[in-house]
């Protein structure tokens, strides 16, 4: 197998970023940024094990070397893998990353192993060798889930923003990540495919009722008013309650480009530009944050058949 061209980053695209894998199975990214100590990477989430990783970043052209941090969105075992806290403590071959790792998540960590000696915790705010990042602690299960907004240096209004198993749809998640210039979001369900699924009902529950999950309208909602520049990502897509085509269908006809990620095939590097022209306004706070279970149902089957 070829190595895909390693990114070429300049003023104008200071980032790339490369989806190794998304979906219950496992969720990694790698990103990639021009900084003063050269271009520097950090991977977004590790649900996957150490060694496939390191697999598909040598892929990539990219040595585990140039991973200074390991930013979890949050500690479901898809998004970050056990075997790491092992490597992480040992400090394993040229494996020097800083785990980061978001305050409210601290006890669980501690839960799995004892944390290892390159651990930080954040907040809201988080600086990185050419980046800005911005946290914004969103609904999830218990504990919550972190979205992300980096803002680069070196290129005006070169942006992501990064936001997965997100529940529900807030004023917050919006406004954090608006005007980005790529946005990798959540599409993970087709609400008919989900309902006529054999699941338990307590798993539909939990996914559809606003801790879980963005359903593929949602998603197409969400990044209307979040109004990316460039691109938008659509991640963590279920295999049994979704389709690419499903999920890529509610983003037809508008003015970004769409990558959709799959499970066991890596995306190629996403160029992370500039974004030209005026920031676009706010959109108008929502009326609701949550739908109920069932909520979907008539706007949802048209789009999903």
């Known amino acids: 197998m070829p190595t895909p061209a390693f990114p070429t980053l300049t003023d104008a695209t200071p980032a790339a970023l490369c989806v190794l894998a998304s979906g219950s199975s496992g969720n990694c990214s790698v990103l990639l940024r021009r900084s003063e100590r050269g271009v520097r990477g950090t991977l977004i989430d590790a649900g996957l094990s150490p060694r496939r990783t390191r697999r598909l970043l040598a892929q990539r052209?990219?040595?585990?070397?140039?991973?200074?941090?390991?930013?979890?969105?949050?500690?479901?075992?898809d998004h970050f893998h056990a075997?790491?806290?092992r490597e992480l403590d040992r400090?394993?071959?040229d494996l020097r990353a800083t785990l980061l790792v978001h305050e409210r998540h601290a006890k669980r960590l501690a839960s799995?192993?004892?944390p290892p000696q390159r651990t930080e915790y954040f907040d809201d705010t988080i600086h990185i060798s050419g980046a800005r990042v911005d946290?914004?602690?969103?609904?999830?299960?218990q504990l919550g889930v972190a979205a992300f907004r980096f803002d680069f240096d070196g290129g005006e209004n070169a942006s992501l923003g990064f936001a997965t198993d997100v529940g529900r749809p807030t004023d917050e998640l919006v406004t954090r990540l608006h005007g980005v210039s790529t946005?990798?979001?959540?599409?993970n369900y087709c609400p008919v495919l989900q309902r006529e699924s054999p699941r338990p009902g307590f798993l539909k529950a939990r996914i559809m009722g606003?801790?879980?999950?963005?359903?593929?309208?949602?998603?197409a909602r969400t990044v209307k008013r979040i109004v990316p520049?460039?691109?938008?990502?659509?991640?963590?897509?279920?295999?049994?309650?979704?389709?690419?085509?499903?999920?890529?269908?509610?983003?037809?006809?508008?003015?970004?480009?769409t990558t959709v990620t799959d499970q066991h095939r890596s995306t190629g590097w996403i160029p992370i530009s500039a974004a030209l022209g005026a920031a676009p306004p706010l959109p108008a706070p929502l009326m609701l944050e949550t739908l109920p279970l069932f909520g979907e149902r008539q706007r949802s089957d048209r789009s999903c058949r």
């Open 229 to 257: 520049r460039e691109r938008v990502v659509l991640l963590h897509l279920s295999r049994q309650c979704n389709t690419p085509e499903r999920a890529s269908a509610a983003h037809l006809g508008e003015h970004y480009e």
């Open 61 to 77: 052209g990219t040595p585990l070397r140039s991973i200074d941090e390991i930013l979890l969105t949050h500690l479901d075992s």
């Open 91 to 93: 400090g394993v071959g």
């Open 112 to 114: 799995i192993a004892t």
């Open 183 to 187: 946005l990798a979001i959540e599409s």
């Open 210 to 219: 606003g801790s879980g999950h963005l359903s593929n309208e949602q998603c």
């Open 135 to 141: 946290a914004a602690l969103l609904s999830h299960d």
């Open 83 to 85: 075997g790491w806290m």
